[in-house]
RNA sequence: GCCAACGUAGCUCAAUUGGCAGAGCAAUCGCCUUGUAAGCGAUAGGUUAUGGGUUCAAGUCCCAUCGUUGGCUCCA
């Protein structure tokens, strides 16, 4: 099935007609409104106001209605060109607008000169009832495309947004719209977005016990419960157990460093608003480590390296302090402290395209066996335009090339994006989307011929000679706490059997079944399974439902039947039935269940180099 | 950091124009002894985020601070 791009689409033209009608409803309104942009987005569309008083949640409530009433009656959405003279007669008490205009006109140009857009002799209007607005469409006919009421700007709550999206300039009210072609689909959209809602982590970390954030710890720092360390372990260990088996070495290092360490690195210019103040001692200065990769290298560089020890690859689950804007702080996907699942792996030149490969593969192995399937990959370039990156433009050049050839070897779809490379070096990004449809990037990997040079690594040819290795950072997860947040949406909080906190519940029936609830509970404990026994006062009804709403993947009713066979009744969260079995044939089903997890991944450089 | 909204018991939420701070769940104790999605009763739980102000009277109105949420900006 080919699909239409939605530029194209006649959705993307009733957004577009819908966020000039919400323009023309605003401007009713608020007669001294300046107007920004406002363009379609993916799930409907926004415009941006400069407002004379904050918009209240009647206001909101009034131009909705009022865009009923405008959408509802009989508009056409007319096209017309106009010179800049023209346009900045009709524009005159807009100044968003006029510079608009000027910028068209001038054509854009960024800061190294180069022409972006060419200048533009005649520009276009859309006018629509008693409203006229600089666009270039396109736009639906007439309002008789719009349904009425097959939308809403009232979802959402108003938004605050920067001019330009830039930080420096205005801040606007920027309103949000959803928009569909029918009311049905508006309804299936709004009930899309209450059901994401129940699967939000923060919901389901406070309904699992999974995590907490306390005011007096300090915000952006996750304390993890008792059901949340379990997640968090289980996947780590899980990642470990795979990293050990293709050649990772694990390494332990410190959470603090000297800030001399991140001044030779060069991260300290770069990143110092964003990092906690450092601590002063002795008349040194020591930093919270906001990265792992110095102390990896000092590692490295602790021994003298043959072109044989290489490739090298140090893994380290190492937790690392960011100070993030506060604005910007979110449950556990946006955090100040976290840990990274990171490697450092220090390669030849001739090793590096095979050992990008294994990372990838990998990576594409941790987020199958996740169910993780809705993801894409990113190649990072640096922006040619800016001058935040270090290093040879040559060895940028080598590195995205080995980026892109490693994607086309695998057969990993791709897309290409400038300004989203690391400030040492291109990197590849796999990006995730979520319950939501929010895009999170997760895994990633970065080839970095800077710091190798800037901390002097090297090892000795075959010649006897001196060479400079290349670095490969990855993580596969990112950060365990955001990694953690995304498979609580991604999986509801039902966690695969191996996965889940507490992966039996034995129900008694009577108290006087608590001794074999205890012999079984016992039982699967000594093989390594998380049991519990609900000894609470309820009747077994209220326990199945306790235990089906805390997600636990094997509930085992035990009464006198049960206990004079040595047995269980099973029953699954997803209410099926599996009737009563042997204690010995359901602890065999669970064990085959958690070990089909397998961590028979060979990777080819792997096997080459061991 | 910026714009906006919000902050009441561990959790989810009530509390009329400013007029005695409440319920369900969870917890604790007791009763019931249960066969596949909530058995019954009792107890305890609060400086209404914090600090200040207006008022006879503030959970409610005003100011500041802290925090959370939706966005923006940022993300090694």
Same mark, same amino acid.
């Given at each position: 099935?080919?699909?239409?791009?939605?530029? =194209?689409?006649?959705?993307?033209?009733?957004?577009?007609?819908?966020?000039?009608?919400?323009?023309?409803?605003?401007?009713?309104?608020?007669?001294?409104?300046?107007?920004?942009?406002? +363009?379609?987005?993916?799930?409907?569309?926004?415009?941006?106001?400069?407002?004379?008083?904050?918009?209240?949640?009647?206001?909101?409530?009034?131009?909705?209605?009022? %865009?009923?009433?405008?959408?509802?009656?009989?508009?056409?959405?007319?096209?017309?060109?106009?010179?800049?003279?023209?346009?900045?007669?009709?524009?005159?008490? !807009?100044?968003?607008?006029?510079?608009?205009?000027?910028?068209?006109?001038?054509?854009?140009? =960024?800061?190294?000169?180069?022409?972006?857009? *060419?200048?533009?002799?005649?520009?276009?209007?859309?006018? !629509?009832?008693?409203?006229?607005?600089?666009?270039?469409? @396109?736009?639906?006919?007439? &309002?008789?495309?719009?349904? @009425?009421?097959?939308?809403?700007?009232?979802?959402?709550?108003?938004?605050? *947004?920067?001019?330009?999206?830039?930080?420096?300039?205005?801040?606007? &009210?920027?309103?949000?719209?959803?928009?569909?072609?029918? @009311?049905?689909? /508006?309804?299936?959209?709004?009930?899309?977005?209450?059901?994401?809602?129940?699967?939000?982590?923060?919901?389901?970390?406070?309904?699992?016990?999974?995590?907490?954030?306390?005011?007096?710890?300090?915000?952006?720092?996750?304390?993890?419960? +008792?059901?949340?360390?379990?997640?968090?372990?289980?996947?780590?260990?899980?990642?470990?157990?795979?990293?050990?088996?293709?050649?990772?070495?694990?390494?332990?290092?410190?959470?603090?460093?000297?800030?001399?360490?991140?001044?030779?690195?060069?991260?300290?210019?770069?990143?110092?608003?964003?990092?906690?103040?450092?601590?002063?001692?002795?008349?040194?200065?020591?930093?919270?480590?906001?990265?792992?990769?110095?102390?990896?290298?000092?590692?490295?560089?602790?021994? %003298?390296?043959?072109?044989?020890?290489?490739?090298?690859?140090?893994?380290?689950?190492?937790?690392?302090?960011?100070?993030?804007?506060?604005?910007?702080?979110?449950?556990?996907?946006?955090?100040?402290?976290?840990?990274?699942?990171?490697?450092?792996?220090?390669?030849?030149?001739?090793?590096?395209?095979?050992?990008?490969?294994?990372?990838?593969?990998?990576?594409?192995?941790?987020?199958? &066996?996740?169910?993780?399937?809705?993801?894409?990959?990113?190649?990072?370039?640096?922006?040619?335009?800016?001058?935040?990156?270090?290093?040879? +433009?040559?060895?940028?050049?080598?590195?995205?090339?080995?980026?892109?050839?490693?994607?086309?070897?695998?057969?990993?779809?791709?897309?290409?994006?400038?300004?989203?490379?690391?400030?040492?070096? @291109?990197?590849?990004?796999?990006?995730?989307?979520?319950?939501?449809?929010?895009?999170?990037?997760?895994?990633?990997?970065?080839?970095?011929?800077?710091?190798?040079?800037?901390?002097?690594?090297?090892?000795?040819?075959?010649?006897?000679?001196?060479?400079?290795?290349? %670095?490969?950072?990855?993580?596969?997860?990112?950060?365990?706490?955001?990694?953690?947040?995304?498979?609580?949406?991604?999986?509801?909080?039902?966690?695969?059997?191996? /996965?889940? +906190?507490?992966?039996?519940?034995?129900?008694?029936?009577?108290?006087?079944?608590?001794?074999?609830?205890?012999?079984?509970?016992?039982?699967?404990?000594?093989?390594?399974?998380?049991?519990?026994?609900?000894?609470?006062?309820?009747?077994?009804?209220?326990?199945?439902?306790?235990?089906?709403?805390?997600?636990?993947?094997?509930?085992?009713?035990?009464?006198?039947?049960?206990?004079?066979?040595?047995?269980?009744?099973?029953?699954?969260?997803?209410?099926?039935?599996?009737?009563?079995?042997?204690?010995? *044939?359901?602890?065999?089903?669970?064990?085959?269940?958690?070990?089909?997890?397998?961590?028979?991944?060979?990777?080819?450089?792997?096997?080459?180099?061991?």
């Amino acid at each position: 099935m080919s699909e239409e791009k939605y530029e =194209d689409s006649k959705l993307y033209r009733i957004r577009h007609s819908l966020a000039h009608i919400m323009a023309e409803a605003v401007l009713e309104r608020f007669p001294e409104a300046k107007l920004a942009i406002g +363009p379609p987005i993916e799930d409907g569309f926004y415009y941006d106001f400069n407002l004379p008083r904050p918009i209240t949640d009647e206001d909101i409530k009034a131009v909705e209605k009022r %865009m009923r009433k405008i959408a509802s009656q009989q508009h056409t959405f007319d096209y017309r060109e106009v010179s800049p003279d023209e346009a900045r007669e009709l524009f005159a008490d !807009q100044p968003y607008k006029l510079q608009l205009i000027n910028d068209l006109v001038e054509g854009r140009v =960024d800061e190294n000169g180069n022409e972006v857009a *060419a200048p533009a002799e005649t520009l276009s209007v859309y006018t !629509q009832s008693t409203f006229t607005d600089l666009c270039r469409g @396109p736009h639906v006919e007439s &309002t008789k495309d719009i349904n @009425p009421k097959a939308f809403s700007i009232s979802y959402k709550p108003v938004a605050g *947004a920067y001019w330009r999206g830039n930080a420096e300039n205005d801040q606007l &009210t920027r309103i949000y719209g959803t928009a569909w072609e029918t @009311p049905a689909d /508006l309804k299936e959209y709004l009930n899309l977005l209450a059901e994401a809602k129940k699967r939000d982590h923060r919901v389901l970390g406070e309904k699992l016990g999974l995590f907490t954030i306390n005011q007096l710890v300090g915000k952006g720092l996750i304390l993890w419960k +008792p059901n949340g360390a379990i997640l968090r372990d289980t996947l780590e260990r899980w990642l470990r157990d795979i990293q050990i088996r293709n050649g990772y070495d694990p390494v332990v290092t410190p959470h603090i460093g000297n800030l001399e360490l991140y001044k030779t690195s060069g991260h300290y210019p770069y990143y110092s608003d964003s990092q906690y103040t450092p601590i002063d001692v002795d008349d040194e200065a020591y930093m919270l480590k906001p990265m792992n990769c110095p102390h990896h290298i000092m590692i490295y560089k602790s021994d %003298m390296r043959s072109y044989r020890d290489l490739p090298v690859r140090y893994a380290e689950f190492g937790t690392v302090y960011r100070y993030e804007q506060s604005g910007e702080l979110n449950g556990l996907t946006r955090v100040r402290g976290f840990t990274v699942d990171d490697a450092h792996l220090f390669v030849r030149s001739d090793q590096l395209l095979d050992e990008f490969k294994a990372v990838v593969k990998l990576i594409q192995y941790v987020f199958n &066996t996740l169910g993780l399937n809705d993801f894409r990959a990113r190649v990072g370039k640096r922006d040619p335009n800016s001058d935040k990156y270090v290093g040879d +433009p040559a060895n940028w050049d080598a590195a995205t090339d080995a980026i892109i050839q490693a994607c086309e070897e695998l057969d990993l779809p791709y897309i290409v994006e400038e300004g989203e490379a690391a400030f040492y070096g @291109p990197k590849l990004d796999f990006i995730v989307r979520d319950v939501l449809k929010r895009q999170w990037q997760l895994g990633t990997v970065q080839v970095d011929y800077n710091l190798p040079e800037r901390f002097e690594l090297e090892y000795v040819t075959e010649d006897n000679d001196r060479a400079r290795p290349v %670095m490969i950072h990855r993580a596969p997860f990112g950060s365990l706490e955001r990694f953690t947040g995304i498979l609580i949406e991604h999986f509801g909080g039902a966690f695969p059997a191996w /996965l889940a +906190p507490v992966q039996a519940m034995v129900i008694p029936i009577t108290d006087d079944h608590l001794e074999y609830a205890d012999e079984v509970a016992a039982h699967l404990d000594e093989r390594g399974f998380r049991v519990d026994v609900d000894k609470g006062r309820g009747r077994m009804g209220g326990k199945i439902r306790s235990a089906r709403g805390q997600n636990i993947p094997y509930i085992l009713v035990v009464g006198d039947a049960e206990r004079d066979d040595r047995a269980v009744a099973v029953r699954l969260r997803t209410d099926e039935d599996l009737g009563v079995m042997s204690l010995d *044939a359901f602890t065999e089903m669970l064990t085959e269940i958690t070990a089909s997890l397998s961590l028979e991944l060979t990777l080819p450089a792997a096997e080459a180099s061991s």
